[in-house]
C-alpha cells in the first residue's frame, strides 16, 4: 500500500509560479512511475506530467517548458514548479503512484491540491 498527500495549492495571479508537492509513505520502494495530474470543473482528469523511478521524465504539451517535475527519493517527495501559469491551469491537481507488485500493477492517488490561477 501506498498513501499519497499532496500539498502547495493556493491561488496565485497570471505569470506566477507555484511548487506543489506529494509525499508518499506505505511501500514506496515499489513505486515505478509517479504522475500529476490534474481536474477542472466539468472536464475530464488529464496528465500533466510523469517521473520514473529511473529518472525519465514526460510531460502534457500544456505543461512544457513551463513545469518541472522531480523527486526526492531520500524524502519520498515528487515536486511540480508550476511557473508562468495561465488561468487555464485552474484545477485541482492530483498526485498519483503506480506501484509494482509481482505481477500487477496498483494506482494509488491522493486527495488533490486546488490551484486558482487568477487573471
Known amino acids: 500500500q501506498v498513501q499519497l498527500v499532496e500539498s502547495g495549492g493556493g491561488l496565485v495571479q497570471a505569470g506566477g509560479s507555484l511548487r506543489l508537492s506529494c509525499a508518499a509513505s506505505?511501500?514506496?520502494?515499489?513505486?515505478?512511475?509517479m504522475n500529476w495530474y490534474r481536474q477542472a470543473p466539468g472536464d475530464q482528469r488529464e496528465f500533466v506530467a510523469a517521473?520514473?523511478?529511473?529518472?525519465?521524465?514526460d510531460y502534457s504539451d500544456s505543461a512544457k517548458g513551463r513545469f518541472t517535475i522531480s523527486r526526492d527519493k531520500l524524502k519520498n517527495t515528487m515536486y511540480l514548479q508550476m511557473n508562468s501559469l495561465k488561468p487555464e491551469d485552474t484545477a485541482v491537481y492530483y498526485c498519483?503512484?503506480?506501484?509494482?507488485?509481482?505481477?500487477?500493477?496498483?494506482?494509488?492517488w491522493g486527495q488533490g491540491t486546488q490551484v486558482t490561477v487568477s487573471s
Open positions: 506505505g511501500s514506496t520502494s515499489s513505486i515505478e512511475v
Open positions: 498519483n503512484a503506480l506501484a509494482s507488485g509481482g505481477w500487477t500493477f496498483s494506482d494509488y
Open positions: 517521473i520514473t523511478s529511473e529518472g525519465r521524465l
